[in-house]
């Protein structure tokens, strides 16, 4: 069974959350071990995708108060408040790098089986077989792949590669936030409760047999987060990063 790191960190600011992920993202090479990071968010928090126009945002009034940053993977805006967010970043080995769908479909798989686990039902949630795009909104966009419970999305996922380094991060949806009410949780779809904590404890074990790996839990250490701090302010925090279309 293949070691894989894995970090779980207090919920932090979007800033400092998209620099963690470029660093590992950037640290990693053919050498390294797979990382699994688990996290949340401090305060309601806009990701754009890579390519939105951060002009875009006035579509969604709810979300104008939270703070905004860009992400580096694509893909619709997300309104991060009551989720648990995840990224896997991994060599390219040829278990990966083979289809950029490969590792999207495994970890969204095991997903969509916890959170049927969780609703205490067989068939609440299923895998999107379709494409809608268009919507600001990530999670009113449709990829196939998405996790559904009934028409509603609940998880999506982006990638972004970097040389053989594979970055696949997404967000998962546990409850309504005031900064997106048009978009239920799984609180509200499936009437069941789950809180961070749980959602954390059960996605190491059902990611760690999932991935075929066995985690090594360490977080970030004092040179690691020194290069992060540089990373949150020397690009994430700036209007040159954020407003750049």
């Known amino acids: 069974m293949n070691r894989c790191r894995l970090i779980v960190d207090e919920p932090n600011t979007g800033v400092w959350n998209m620099a963690a992920d470029e660093f590992l993202l950037q640290s ?25 126009k951060q002009a875009d945002r006035e579509e969604h009034a709810a979300s104008s108060h939270c703070p905004l940053v860009r992400r580096h993977s694509g893909g619709g805006a997300i309104v991060h408040d009551h989720e648990l967010t995840y990224s896997f970043v991994v060599p390219g ?18 997903l969509r089986d916890l959170y049927n686990a969780w609703a205490n039902a067989p068939d609440v949630a299923r895998l999107s077989e379709g494409i809608e795009d268009g919507p600001f909104l990530c999670f009113q966009r449709r990829a196939i792949g998405d996790i559904l419970i009934g028409e509603s999305k609940v998880t999506g996922s982006a990638q972004r590669r970097n040389r053989n380094v594979v970055l696949q991060h997404g967000s998962i949806l546990l409850s309504r936030s005031e900064a997106a009410p048009a978009l239920p949780g799984i ?3 499936t009437q069941k409760t789950v809180s961070f904590e749980k959602a954390v404890k059960d996605c190491k074990v059902c990611l760690e047999r999932a991935l075929g790996c066995e985690f090594d839990e360490y977080g970030f ?6 290069r992060i701090e540089t990373l949150a302010s020397e690009k994430f925090s700036q209007a040159n990063w954020n407003g750049r279309r």
Not at 32 to 49: A, F, I, K, N, V
Not at 99 to 106: E, G, R, T
Not at 221 to 226: A, F, G, P, Q
């Open 28 to 52: 990693t090479d053919s050498e390294s071990s797979p990382t699994l990071r688990l996290y949340g968010w401090s305060e309601p928090t806009l990701s754009l995708g890579y390519f939105q």
């Open 93 to 110: 080995t040829p278990r990966w790098a083979s289809s950029a769908s490969q590792l999207y479909d495994v970890i969204h798989v095991a």
């Open 187 to 189: 609180q509200e779809l």
């Open 221 to 226: 250490d004092s040179s690691e987060n020194s």
